[in-house]
Structures are given as C-alpha cells and as structure tokens.
C-alpha cells in the first residue's frame, strides 16, 4: 500500500541513452512533481502537474520530458543522457498545488550515466 | 525569489533540544514554510508547516517571526534516531516557486 511509488529504483546507463522513471500514487493527490536531488544533497524542483496540467517548468534542458496520463501517474522521460544527468531522482503528490500543502515523495531512482 | 538558506550541519547529544533556523529574506506573501526530514536512501518527509507565528505538532515546533524573514525549526529531546537530514521549503506552489533550503544534517550524540 505504498502511497508514492516509483520505478526502477536504480538506474545504470550510458551516455548518449534514452531513459524513463516512471511515478504512481495512491493517494488520489491532484499535484504530482519531479525533483532532483544532486551529490550535495541539494533539492531542486524540475516539474510540476496539476490534474495532468504542467504548471511548474524549472529551467531543465529540454531532453527532460515530464508525461501525465493521469493523475496518479507522472513519468520522467531524458533522452541522450548525460554524465551531469547523475543524480537522485524524487518523485512526490499533494493534494493541492499550493505551498501549504504536504508532499509525499517516493523513495528516489538513483540515476547513474556512465 | 525567496533563497533558503540554512547551516550546513549542527551536533547534539540525545535529550537536548535542537534548533535549526532557515534564512529566507525575500520571502512573498503567499509563500508557506514547510520542513522536511530525510533519512539515508529515503524520500523527504514532512514534519511541520507555517505561515507565522508559532505552530506545534507532536514532533516539533515552527516559530516564524513577525517579517517571516526566518522560522526555526525546534525538536524537543531528540534521540540517536533524529540524525537525519533538515531542509526547509519555502514556496507558494501555484506560482512556480518552490525553494528547497541547502539541508541541515543533524548529527545526535550517545
């Protein structure tokens, strides 16, 4: 009954592949977003849908795409991945879009690009 | 845009009252002040959130000043089990801004 969940949980590559995260929630949450989360522990948003609307794009390059074919799902597509793309990838929901709103975040893919 | 910023790291010993302050000077009206807690090889989770003044939950409390410029996070008696990782989140979602701090990591001493 995992309420964020993501797959796979790690990811080893090379440089120059396409690849994709994939997010469910069971929480019937209409807010789902991507974050990264880099070798320094920082935290930065990348996307945010609202009811499977994009409402928040951070400057990301744009070989990330983010997918929402609904609500509970919110898939993160990089294609010609690179070294820099190395990091962990958080997946969370809330209810709301709004600031004052808890997020629920999944347990990460570390993605590793060789 | 509202920067978090926070110190880098903080120790404790078991039992003691910890507090953890996170700067954002240029924080907006609609920006709520969220903190997060993070485990090695885990998701953040949520601890607290305020808007001002003081907010409490059976974990921890939030103090906000007046001009919201900061909060201070407080975990009352903390255990070897509170080593974690502290972020503060600064933001009003809807309007694109969500500003994570750098992270606290929070060493508890025996």
């Known amino acids: 009954d995992t309420a964020v969940s993501q797959t796979p949980k790690y990811l080893v590559t090379q440089m120059g592949n396409d690849k994709s995260i994939k997010c469910e929630q069971n929480?019937?949450?209409?807010?789902m977003y991507w974050y990264k989360q880099d070798s320094k522990k920082f935290l930065k948003i990348m996307f945010s849908?609202?009811?499977?609307?994009?409402?928040i794009n951070e400057t990301v390059p744009n070989r990330f795409s983010p997918k929402s074919p609904d609500k509970a799902h919110l898939n993160l597509h990089i294609n010609s991945l690179e070294l820099g793309d190395s990091a962990v990838y958080f997946c969370?929901?809330?209810?709301?879009?709004?600031?004052?709103?808890?997020?629920?975040f999944g347990p990460g893919t570390r993605l590793t690009v060789t | 845009l509202a920067k978090t910023t926070q110190p880098i790291s903080m120790d404790s010993y078991e039992g003691q009252e910890v507090n953890i302050t996170c700067s954002h000077n240029?924080?907006?009206?609609?920006?709520?002040i969220t903190w997060y807690q993070q485990f090695p090889s885990q998701g953040p989770r949520f601890i607290i959130q305020?808007?001002?003044t003081k907010v409490t939950n059976e974990v921890a409390s939030l103090f906000i000043p007046a001009d919201r410029k900061s909060s201070t996070l407080s975990l009352p008696r903390v255990s070897l089990s509170d080593t974690a990782v502290y972020y503060c989140?600064?933001?009003?979602?809807?309007?694109?801004?969500?500003?994570f701090g750098q992270g606290t990591t929070l060493q508890v001493k025996p």
């Open positions: 969370a929901s809330s209810q709301g879009p709004s600031g004052d709103y808890e997020q629920y």
């Open positions: 929480l019937g949450h209409d807010t």
């Open positions: 849908y609202n009811n499977k609307e994009l409402i």
């Open positions: 240029n924080i907006a009206t609609n920006d709520y």
């Open positions: 305020g808007y001002k």
């Open positions: 989140l600064v933001g009003a979602g809807n309007t694109g801004k969500l500003i």
